[in-house]
Every structure is written in C-alpha cells, then in structure tokens.
T-cell receptor, first 115, second 111 residues
Framework: DAGVIQSPRHEVTEMGQEVTLRCKPI?????LFWYRQTMMRGLELLIY????????DSGMPEDRFSAKMPNASFSTLKIQPSEPRDSAVYFC?????????????FGPGTRLTVL | KQEVTQIPAALSVPEGENLVLNCSFT??????LQWFRQDPGKGLTSLLL?????REQTSGRLNASLDKSSGRSTLYIAASQPGDSATYLC??????????FGKGTRLHILP
C-alpha cells in the first residue's frame, strides 16, 4: 500500500486566497483525521471523520476552515480566505475500525505558507 | 483540560547509551497513550500504543511504560543508534475522539 497520500506537498499563497489541501487515506481505513502542526502550538487535531461522516470538528479554528469527505478514498481541507497565521504543516492521517483509539497512519504533510 | 508535557524539549546522547524520554499528562482518565516518531519534513510514525489497562509495551529496542495514577509515561530506548535521531511525540487519547499531543522531544544521537 502507498500509505496516506497528501497533495500538494508544499503550497505558497497570498493572504486572501483560497487554499485546498487533499488527502487519500489508506484503502480499507474508515477513519480520517486532519491535523495542523506549528512550532508554537505543536500538533492539533482539526477534524475527525468516521465512515465519511464528520464526528468532531471542534478543533477547526474558525469558519474560514472547512473539510469534506465525499467518499472513502478522498478528503479535502479548505481555507478561505487564507491568512498568514494559517501557515503551518497540515497532516492527514487514517485509521481502522477503532477510530481515534486505533493506531493512526500519517501522510507526509502539506507545508502551507501564506504571505 | 488534558495537557501533555514532554521534557526535555531536546536531548543529545552518545551512540550506544540507553536513554529515557518522558511524557506527563494532567488527567489520568485516558483510553490509551501512543508514542510516535517524526523525522524532519516527514509525517509521524507510530512506535508503541499502550492501552489504559496495560503497564508497558515493547518493540525491539523500545519499551514504553504507563503509570496512569501518576500521569506519566516513559519511552526507553536501548543501545541508541544514530538512526534513532528524530523527534519523539507522545499522544494521549481521552476516548472521546480527543487526541492530545505533546510538543515532542528532539533526540540527537552522537556518532
């Protein structure tokens, strides 16, 4: 298996632009997680899907952030409009039937820079 | 509110030494605790997962222990190697889909 796939790996954009991050989980996994990592705040859980349904989005910082999972093999995290403070590495992870209580497999991350 | 702390933030040790990384958490009501490894520019790789009913888990040269009552976990690395250089993070799962990560310990093994 190729593991969790994220695209793009790097994104540089200007403040106010829309940014869309993409994730393909490991085939057969039914849980998907979006995280954000910064030096100041460490790794934070943004949102968690189980069987394509958002279970907990309390970590989403504000309405500028939205996430979708239209099917079991694809998810997006969108920021509109983007701001410089959104600059971070965004990770997607997938897991098995145990949801957040199972081991999670992380993608390589998308490094986002908002100028 | 659950808080996870890892001290020290960075550690350098000579190759071959045994070492211990520490993780503390403020709320003992956890479902499990997991140790991850993160290499520069990469995602996280799960090393060991300890359920709340367990005291320790072992994988090769790694041994993780859990003491819920004191809110502590340790990751023991035996006979350290340069390839062990990475950032090690612990993560506490409250069982309600909330996973709280520590900020990690950056480990450097000196050849």
């Amino acid at each position: 298996d190729a593991g969790v796939i994220q695209s793009p790996r790097h994104e540089v954009t200007e403040m106010g632009q829309e940014v869309t991050l993409r994730c393909k989980p490991i085939s057969g996994h039914n849980s998907l997680f979006w995280y954000r990592q910064t030096m100041m705040r460490g790794l934070e859980l943004l949102i968690y899907f189980n069987n394509n349904v958002p279970i907990d989005d309390s970590g989403m910082p504000e309405d500028r952030f939205s996430a979708k999972m239209p099917n079991a093999s694809f998810s997006t995290l969108k920021i509109q409009p983007s701001e410089p403070r959104d600059s971070a590495v965004y990770f997607c992870a997938s897991g098995g039937l145990g949801g957040s209580t199972d081991t999670q497999y992380f993608g390589p991350g998308t490094r986002l820079t908002v100028l | 509110k659950q808080e996870v702390t890892q001290i020290p933030a960075a550690l350098s040790v000579p190759e071959g030494e045994n070492l211990v990384l520490n993780c503390s958490f403020t709320d003992s009501a956890i479902y499990n605790l997991q140790w991850f490894r993160q290499d520069p520019g990469k995602g996280l790789t799960s090393l060991l997962l300890i359920q709340s009913s367990q005291r320790e888990q072992t994988s090769g040269r790694l041994n993780a222990s859990l003491d819920k009552s004191s809110g502590r976990s340790t990751l023991y690395i035996a006979a350290s190697q340069p390839g062990d250089s990475a950032t090690y993070l612990c993560a506490v799962n409250r069982g309600d889909d909330k996973i709280i990560f520590g900020k990690g310990t950056r480990l450097h093994i000196l050849p």
